[in-house]
T-cell receptor, first 114, second 109 residues
Framework: DGGITQSPKYLFRKEGQNVTLSCEQNLNHDAMYWYRQDPGQGLRLIYYSQIVNDFQKGDIAEGYSVSREKKESFPLTVTSAQKNPTAFYLC?????????????FGQGTRLTVV | QKEVEQDPGPLSVPEGAIVSLNCTYSNSAFQYFMWYRQYSRKGPELLMYTYSSGNKEDGRFTAQVDKSSKYISLFIRDSQPSDSATYLCAMKGAQKLVFGQGTRLTINP
């Protein structure tokens, strides 16, 4: 089945550690996105990528990094510089062209700092 | 001012009621409009998608877009308890996809 797979589902991080969240899609989509969701705050855009080897900062990129070495993969690293990383992280992808712009989501990774 | 504004609710209605969910936006570059439904601790699922002003119907759901007023709505007819979820509007221009805050909806049996 085609879709977007995020892993792990739950992740625990110690203070000062970097952690990487995985996002893989087999939909042949060009565009991929990372969002952070906090209670009562909706989805906030961290980074997005329209094409391989290119990505742009979203609204809350500080303390995060990404790479897009392959079309199907868009991993997100939460660095120690991110002071409040506990949140629900969602990855999405879309075909990216004008007539197929709707985005589809993975099931999310819940990150907790311990 | 946020690019997309959505009343977070919560909204609670009896089963069978007609529900109206709304978003306003400020960016004229937004051309594509989507509604997502999100159950607790799950990823959002796409409900409806449109890129033109007017109405689009799919079963009990109707999406309405008014580009001149920068206003979009989602109507749910004959609401069911299984419709209880958070509903997110989303909009896209040339590049990034921007979401509203989400409205938490509860349908009471």
């Amino acid at each position: 089945d085609g879709g977007i797979t995020q892993s792990p589902k739950y992740l625990f991080r110690k203070e000062g550690q970097n952690v990487t969240l995985s996002c893989e899609q087999n939909l042949n989509h060009d565009a991929m996105y990372w969002y952070r969701q906090d209670p009562g705050q909706g989805l906030r855009l961290i980074y997005y990528s329209q094409i391989v080897n290119d990505f742009q900062k979203g609204d809350i990129a500080e303390g995060y990094s990404v790479s897009r070495e392959k079309k199907e993969s868009f991993p997100l690293t939460v660095t120690s510089a991110q002071k409040n990383p506990t949140a629900f992280y969602l990855c999405a992808s879309s075909k990216g062209d004008r007539l197929n712009t709707e985005a589809f989501f993975g099931q999310g990774t819940r990150l907790t700092v311990v | 001012q946020k690019e997309v504004e959505q009343d977070p609710g919560p909204l609670s209605v009896p089963e069978g009621a007609i529900v109206s969910l709304n978003c306003t936006y400020s960016n004229s570059a937004f051309q594509y409009f989507m509604w997502y439904r999100q159950y607790s601790r799950k990823g959002p699922e796409l409900l409806m998608y449109t890129y033109s002003s007017g109405n689009k119907e799919d079963g009990r759901f109707t999406a309405q877009v008014d580009k001149s007023s920068k206003y979009i709505s989602l109507f749910i007819r004959d609401s069911q308890p299984s419709d209880s979820a958070t509903y997110l509007c989303a909009m896209k221009g040339a590049q990034k996809l921007v979401f509203g805050q989400g409205t938490r909806l509860t349908i009471n049996p």
